[in-house]
């Protein structure tokens, strides 16, 4: 039990870190967008983005793949490319992308122990790395919002079926402010400003209003 003398300012070791945590985006391909039914698609695409656009910012290690890009479900959605431009893409034939050797080696290569994971589909091509993950000794956190499933149950039903084995659900803004978490952080400050512009909708227009009103630099 923690006395009041050992509280100090400091942040808990649960959250995610620049220095933690990896990033995984499994199968943002245009015919699992066609089947995806969970929710708007278009939100999904932009909060997929706005999670690349975030690693990116801190230099958080990230692994992208997809299923059968050649034969059926096509290359990963451009937008998410083109925040990572030359980056390898691991193809594979597996549903369970933990089931791919390439794919755990390139996670491996990261040396990073909490994995945040989005894809698509939530019941699918999330809920089984993430669990397999999990089983050999991850933290795994899944981005509900940049994931989606082929009805809202499906996905909503995969999620619980996650959190029940432990892992945990964030939403894309939330990894972004949380590898922030201090807005005295000036290396970051305006790049993460910039991404909630671009994709924090109403959020960011709020930001658009505040840096007006109050100047470039109004924090928040």
């Given at each position: 039990?923690?006395?009041?003398?050992?509280?100090?300012?400091?942040p808990?070791?649960?959250?995610l870190?620049?220095?933690?945590?990896?990033?995984?985006?499994?199968?943002?391909?245009?015919?699992?967008?066609?089947?995806?039914?969970?929710?708007?698609?278009?939100?999904?695409?932009?909060?997929?983005?706005?999670?690349?656009?975030?690693?990116?910012t801190?230099?958080?290690?990230?692994?992208?793949?997809t299923?059968?890009?050649?034969?059926?479900?096509?290359?990963?959605?451009?937008?998410?490319?083109?925040?990572?431009?030359?980056?390898?893409i691991?193809d594979?034939?597996?549903?369970?992308?933990?089931?791919?050797?390439?794919?755990?080696?390139?996670v491996?290569?990261?040396?990073?122990?909490?994995?945040?994971?989005?894809?698509?589909?939530?019941?699918?091509?999330?809920?089984?790395?993430?669990l397999?993950?999990?089983?050999?000794?991850?933290?795994?956190?899944?981005?509900?919002?940049?994931s989606?499933?082929?009805?809202?149950?499906?996905?909503?039903h995969?999620i619980q079926?996650?959190?029940?084995?432990?892992?945990?659900?964030?939403?894309?803004?939330?990894?972004?402010?949380?590898?922030?978490r201090?807005?005295?952080?000036g290396?970051?400050?305006?790049?993460?400003?910039?991404?909630?512009?671009?994709?924090?909708?109403?959020?960011g227009?709020?930001?658009?209003?505040?840096?007006?009103?109050?100047?470039?630099?109004?924090a928040?």
């Amino acid at each position: 039990m923690t006395t009041l003398a050992e509280v100090t300012a400091s942040p808990s070791p649960d959250l995610l870190t620049p220095d933690n945590c990896a990033v995984l985006f499994v199968d943002h391909q245009p015919q699992m967008f066609f089947g995806t039914g969970s929710g708007d698609r278009t939100s999904i695409i932009n909060a997929t983005v706005g999670l690349a656009k975030a690693a990116h910012t801190f230099d958080v290690p990230t692994v992208l793949s997809t299923v059968a890009a050649e034969s059926f479900s096509g290359p990963i959605m451009p937008q998410l490319a083109a925040v990572f431009p030359g980056q390898e893409i691991v193809d594979r034939t597996t549903m369970n992308a933990w089931e791919d050797a390439a794919f755990v080696e390139a996670v491996k290569a990261t040396g990073r122990k909490k994995l945040v994971i989005a894809g698509l589909w939530t019941e699918v091509c999330v809920v089984l790395p993430a669990l397999s993950a999990l089983a050999q000794g991850y933290e795994v956190y899944v981005v509900t919002d940049a994931s989606g499933g082929v009805s809202p149950q499906a996905h909503e039903h995969a999620i619980q079926r996650m959190v029940q084995a432990g892992v945990v659900p964030v939403t894309w803004v939330q990894v972004l402010l949380e590898l922030q978490r201090d807005w005295a952080r000036g290396e970051t400050y305006l790049p993460v400003m910039d991404v909630v512009k671009e994709h924090a909708g109403a959020y960011g227009l709020g930001v658009v209003y505040a840096q007006a009103v109050i100047g470039e630099h109004a924090a928040g």
